[in-house]
């Protein structure tokens, strides 16, 4: 099984920055990709940004202002947003590929979400 802890979030002013982290653990062979999405009440929930094998993808609206990043060694992703807009509020959820051999297929697992609130 693989847990995947999201951490990082809070309260910031508007034109603030946050960093998130997500971290997985437990029976981890190799992981492909790792992506951030984020929801707020009553919408879906969107990507904001992913990366994976050779490629880095941002939502429209974040381009510019937020960083995805990813230490490899230690299976965790990082999300650097700059430049926070209250309409970036909204729970951040860490989404993960990954397997537990060489012979497994890939398989996603999500954290429980960090909420983060852009306010003044």
């Known amino acids: 099984q693989v847990q995947v802890v999201e951490s990082g979030g809070g309260l910031v002013q508007p034109g603030g920055s946050l960093r998130l982290s997500c971290a997985a653990s437990g029976s981890i062979f190799s992981i492909s990709a790792m992506r951030w999405y984020r929801q707020t009440p009553g919408k879906e929930r969107e990507l904001v940004a992913a990366v994976g094998p050779g490629r880095i993808n941002y939502a429209d609206s974040v381009k510019g202002r937020f960083t995805i990043s990813r230490d490899i060694a230690k299976n965790t992703v990082y999300l650097q947003m700059n430049s926070l807009q209250p309409e970036d509020t909204a729970v951040y959820y860490c989404?993960?590929?990954?397997?537990?051999?060489?012979?497994?297929?890939?398989?996603?697992?999500w954290g429980q979400g960090t909420q983060v609130t852009v306010s003044s």
């Open positions: 989404n993960v590929d990954a397997r537990s051999s060489v012979y497994d297929n890939y398989l996603n697992y």
